[in-house]
Structures are given as structure tokens and as C-alpha cells.
């Protein structure tokens, strides 16, 4: 790890200009067709459902959260896969499913990125009180389980969208928070760091140019696994009936509102959460091939 | 080293009751306001406070909620005025036992699976169950709970899909009716700890003692079974006890999908109604297990690292 941040390093800080765009591309496209199978697998299902998330409403010829028909409605030509328990048709609100639910998580997991790898970087590069500061309160916000504080702070601020998305957030920059410090205190000993710090660079500088480039393979990784984490707690919210609220339609709550179907044998409901599934595995595999690409990170959860 | 990490451990309880107090009281309103609802005037908001207590100083009410709560008491809920302790008394062990059930099966079920892992290494076995374990932990725990559903209680009928246990149902009953929550959070667990065991045992695989072994002629079993387990016990059991800490939290989602009346299924109504001083109890309850389970994990890694129990 250390060889690796350190050749990196002395790249990213050269005075050399950047290697020509397209042959960074020819590389990746090189890479991309030796990834095993799994790896491609992965990102192929990332790609369909960015593809769904943007075109959800070309897709398919009903609106959101339309009524086109009884409840329940069994699988049929005009209505693939019946209808929800509102008489909603579950094919559009499935596709539409991709880009809330998707959407949400993503969201979430950028602002907690924003928050846990600013405040590891920080954390890092100035040390001392600052350091001591910010890692106590990351220890005592990550004794409590997060889905229990995730309750507990749901009960006291309201059920929205936008308080979910920031207590997710919050929550979950925390493991970043670890993983950026933890990473930064290795290249922060570095001699290019210690040379911008004597040329007089600001915090901003060192933080920006010299230490995030270098803590960007690991951070990558992460962002992929706490994707996962993200969304998988999200939808278990939502499935809850605490999190995203009706009428938008989102995969977590459709399973919980189409449940009962099950008992019948119906396997609709198991769409929405088969959905959920395939995703996560998806973007695990992706993350998998990263990892095992870029250095010997192992993953923690 | 013992002491220092129990200290830390109780301080950190401390801490996190104070949060759970706290977060509370950044509520607009308060409680009284709540059970008396709008159309409640000044005068009897001040006089539901004054018997709540809600008049005194916040550090006055802290120190009275947690010595209730260490006598058990932990105060009256909002949505139907009923005493805490009496609403969760059954729904604790009713939890417990759950938790308990999915760890007695999960557990030994992880190690047999490890150990075999580690012992037929990059066999077809070994990356089937890798592949198995990888896709079990991305799958949320509600898609696990309906699949088996979907099998086990609607195709073939042989459990029932709903958990519903009285206080009066008799031991071989709940634990007939308990079997598919069990089942699902066994194997939302079981994998971690399979993977753990077996990373824990080929990490050993290296170490010279165990090639002298082999050069003795041992059987690849008995390496394993006799030589490296021994000394990978510190991280499995950290592992397990990390994974019970996850048990905790992980019934809420299956106990709401089984409709299982425990402390989860508490928990969640109570956020719906914004029942808090409910909520507030069951966080605690939570949160405590959580960190005591993970300060036995650290405790336990010590003791069975001597390097860790005598530092120099």
C-alpha cells in the first residue's frame, strides 16, 4: 500500500502534463475486457439501471402513480406485471422505482463522501485537538447501531425525504470518515506534502492537490460498498414505512405494500426487493474487481 | 488493559444514554404538549409538566430518567399511556429468544462451513459457498425473509409464514413457529462469519509451525482441526460476537416481516406514532446490547491474546 501511494504520489505531484485523454480510455477499455466475468456482469447491470433511472418515463406509456386498473390485477399484455395494491401499474412504478430509490441512495452516499472525506482529510492533515475532536464524536456516533439511531433521529426530526437523506448521510459518513483518515495519515507523512506545506500552501491546497488524488483508489472502492450500505438501509427504512414516503414509488415500500400477495404464491413482490438485490450484487462485484485491481484494501462489511 | 477497555466501555453507555436524552430534548414541544394534544390550555400543559417532572432542569431530569431506568422504571408511553417496562417486559425476551435461536444455529453452522472452506481451499466448494456468502450479504433481509416464505410456508407449507407467539405457547411450539425469522437472520449472518473463519485459518496456513506439521505427516485435517484453529480462535470469536451485535439490530426488519411481537416491531410503531419517550426506551435497550456485545468482543480478543494481556 505504502509503495503504491508513493509512486502515485510522485506522479500526481510531477510538473509533467497529463498523459493524452484517449489513451487513458484505450487503457480502461483494456482493462474492462480482461475484468472477469463477474466484474462485467456488474457493470453491465450498473448500466441498465442508469439507463432505466434516466428513461423511466419513455419507458413505459403510464404515469407514476396513475390508477390504470383494479387492484392486484393479475400479469397480463397491457400490464406485464399487474397492477400494486392500489391498482398502479407495478412495471412503470418498478422502472420508476430505479430512479427514486437509485437516486436517493446515491445522494446520500455523495453528501456522507462530502462530509466523512473532508472531515478525514481534515482530520489527518491538521492532527492535534482537531484530530482528537472529530474522531470521538465518529467513535460515539458509531457505538450506537445505525439503523437504531437512524429511528431514533426519524422519530425526532419527522418522516421526509430530505431529513432521511441527511440522516443516512450524517450516519454513514462516519465509516468514511475512518477509512479517509486513515488513508490520508499515510500519504500527510509523504515528503511532497511536507514540501507544499514549506512553500506555505494554504489547507485547501494540500487537501485538494496533493492529498486527495492520492486517496482516491480507496476511496473509490468505498463509495461502492457504502453505496450498497446506503441503499440496502434505506430500502429496509422504506420497508419499515419509514422512509420514502407514498405516493413515490420506491422498491422498499412496494414490497411492503404488495406483501400479502406472497401468501398467495404471487411472486410480484418479489420483484421490487429482487431488484434491490441485484443491484447491490451487482455493484459488490464491480467494487470486488476494483479492489483486487488497485491495491490489497480488504472490504469490512 | 482489561480494566481500561471496561472503563472506556461504561463511559462509553454513558455517552450514548446522554445522546438518546438529549436528541429528545431538541424536540419542539414537549411531551405533555404531545398527550394533551392542541386543544390543550396553558394551565393544564403546566400541570401534566409538573407531575411528569418535565418543569425541573434538564441535568435534574437526566439523572431521574436513567435511575428509573436502572430500577426499571422507564417512564409512561405517549400513544396509549401505558408503563414502558410493561410494554416491553415481554417483547425483550421475546427478542432475546429469537436472537438467541438465530445464533445457536448460525454459529456452528458458519464454523463447520469455514473450517471446510479453508480445509478444500480454491476447490469448486470453496467458491461456490464464496460466491453464496458474497451474494447473501448484498441481499436485503426482507427478500431473504419472503423467498423462504415463498418456499418453505406457501409452496410446501412446512412453517408457518407468520411468527405470532403468546406468552402461553410452549417451548417446542415457538421455536417451531420462530423457525423461518431464525432461519433468515441465520443466514444473513452465516456468511461474514464463514468468511471470517475461513481468512482467519488459511492467514495461519503460512506460519512455519503449521509446515512443520505437514512435514510430520499429518493429515490436512488434523493441521487444521488441532493446529491452526487453536490460534485463530481470538479473531473468530470476535467475528461471532460481532455478528450477534448485527443480530440485535437485524431483527427489527424480520420481526416486522413475520410479524414477530418483539422489541422491533415496538420500536417501529412507535416511530410511527412518534410514541418517543417508547422509542427512547428501546433505543437504550438497543444501543446498550450493541455496546456491551462489542466490548465483550474487545475483552475477549485480549484474553485470548497473550501478546495483547501482557504488554510490555
Known amino acids: ?301 | 488493559m482489561v480494566a481500561q477497555r471496561l472503563g472506556l466501555g461504561l463511559l462509553t453507555l454513558f455517552v450514548v444514554s446522554l445522546i438518546i436524552f438529549l436528541g429528545v430534548e431538541a424536540l419542539p414541544g414537549n411531551a405533555a404538549e404531545a398527550i394533551l394534544g392542541q386543544s390543550a390550555t396553558p394551565e393544564t400543559v403546566a400541570a401534566l409538566e409538573r407531575q411528569m417532572g418535565l418543569d425541573l432542569p434538564p441535568h435534574e431530569r437526566y439523572v431521574k430518567w436513567l435511575g428509573g431506568i436502572i430500577k426499571g422504571d422507564f417512564g409512561v408511553s405517549i400513544a396509549n399511556s401505558r408503563q414502558i417496562s410493561e410494554l416491553i417486559g415481554v417483547r425483550l425476551a421475546n427478542t432475546v429468544f429469537l436472537a438467541l435461536m438465530a445464533a445457536i444455529i448460525s454459529i456452528p453452522l458458519a464454523l463447520v462451513l469455514g473450517i471446510l472452506a479453508a480445509l478444500h481451499r480454491n476447490s469448486l466448494y470453496d467458491r461456490a459457498v464464496n460466491v453464496v456468502a458474497l451474494s447473501a450479504v448484498s441481499f436485503p433481509e426482507f427478500f431473504v425473509a419472503y423467498i423462504l416464505i415463498l418456499f418453505l410456508a406457501v409452496t410446501f407449507g412446512w412453517f408457518p409464514s407468520l411468527a405470532n407467539v403468546g406468552p402461553e405457547t410452549p417451548f417446542w411450539d415457538r421455536v417451531y413457529r420462530c423457525f423461518l425469522p431464525a432461519m433468515t437472520l441465520t443466514l444473513v449472518v452465516v456468511a461474514q462469519m464463514m468468511r471470517m473463519t475461513r481468512a482467519a485459518i488459511i492467514n495461519l496456513l503460512a506460519s512455519p509451525y503449521i509446515e512443520m506439521a505437514n512435514l510430520k505427516g499429518l493429515s490436512r485435517a488434523r493441521v487444521i482441526v488441532h493446529h491452526a484453529l487453536p490460534n485463530a480462535w481470538a479473531p473468530i470469536i470476535t467475528v461471532i460476537v460481532l455478528n450477534l451485535a448485527y443480530l440485535i439490530v437485524g431483527v427489527v426488519v424480520v420481526e416486522v416481516v413475520f410479524v414477530y411481537p418483539g422489541l422491533g416491531q415496538l420500536i417501529v410503531d412507535s416511530v410511527r406514532t412518534r410514541d418517543v419517550p417508547v422509542v427512547q426506551a428501546c433505543s437504550l435497550i438497543f444501543a446498550t446490547t450493541y455496546v456491551l456485545l462489542n466490548l465483550t468482543a474487545d475483552i475477549l480478543s485480549i484474553l485470548t491474546n497473550p501478546r495483547l494481556l501482557h504488554p510490555r
Open chain 1, 1 to 301: 500500500m505504502t509503495d503504491q501511494n508513493s509512486t502515485v504520489g510522485q506522479s500526481a505531484d510531477a510538473v509533467a502534463p497529463p498523459p493524452p485523454r484517449d489513451r487513458n480510455w484505450a487503457d480502461a477499455w483494456r482493462e474492462l475486457k480482461r475484468a472477469p466475468l463477474s466484474a462485467k456482469f456488474g457493470l453491465l447491470v450498473i448500466l441498465v439501471y442508469v439507463f432505466v433511472a434516466f428513461f423511466a418515463p419513455v419507458l413505459t406509456p403510464y404515469g407514476e402513480s396513475e390508477v390504470v386498473g383494479p387492484a392486484y390485477d393479475v400479469w397480463s399484455d397491457a400490464r406485464p406485471l399487474g397492477t400494486d395494491n392500489l391498482g398502479r401499474d407495478m412495471l412503470t412504478r418498478l422502472l420508476f422505482g430505479a430512479r427514486n430509490t437509485v437516486g436517493i441512495a446515491f445522494v446520500t452516499t455523495v453528501l456522507a463522501f462530502l462530509i466523512g472525506g473532508i472531515g478525514g482529510i481534515i482530520a489527518a492533515t491538521l492532527g492535534g485537538w482537531m484530530d482528537q475532536l472529530l474522531s470521538r464524536v465518529v467513535d460515539i456516533l458509531m457505538a450506537i447501531p445505525q439503523l437504531i439511531f437512524a429511528l431514533l433521529l426519524l422519530t425526532i426530526f419527522g418522516t421526509s425525504i430530505s431529513n432521511l437523506v441527511i440522516i443516512i448521510a450524517v450516519l454513514d459518513s462516519t465509516r468514511v470518515f475512518r477509512l479517509a483518515r486513515a488513508v490520508s495519515l499515510n500519504v500527510v507523512v509523504m515528503d511532497f506534502v511536507e514540501a507544499a506545506r514549506l512553500r506555505g500552501e494554504r489547507i485547501g491546497w494540500i487537501t485538494l492537490r496533493e492529498i486527495l488524488p492520492n486517496i482516491l483508489p480507496p476511496l473509490a472502492a468505498e463509495f461502492g460498498l457504502r453505496f450498497c450500505f446506503v441503499f440496502l438501509t434505506i430500502s429496509a427504512l422504506s420497508f419499515l414505512g419509514l422512509g420514502i414516503q407514498p405516493p413515490t414509488a420506491d422498491w422498499g415500500s412496494m414490497v411492503r405494500d404488495n406483501a400479502t400477495l406472497i401468501t398467495y404464491g404471487d411472486i410480484t413482490p418479489l420483484l421490487p426487493a429482487g431488484a434491490i438485490a441485484l443491484l447491490t450484487v451487482g455493484v459488490n462485484f464491480v467494487v470486488d474487481w476494483f479492489l483486487h485491481k488497485t491495491s490489497g484494501l480488504k472490504d469490512e462489511h
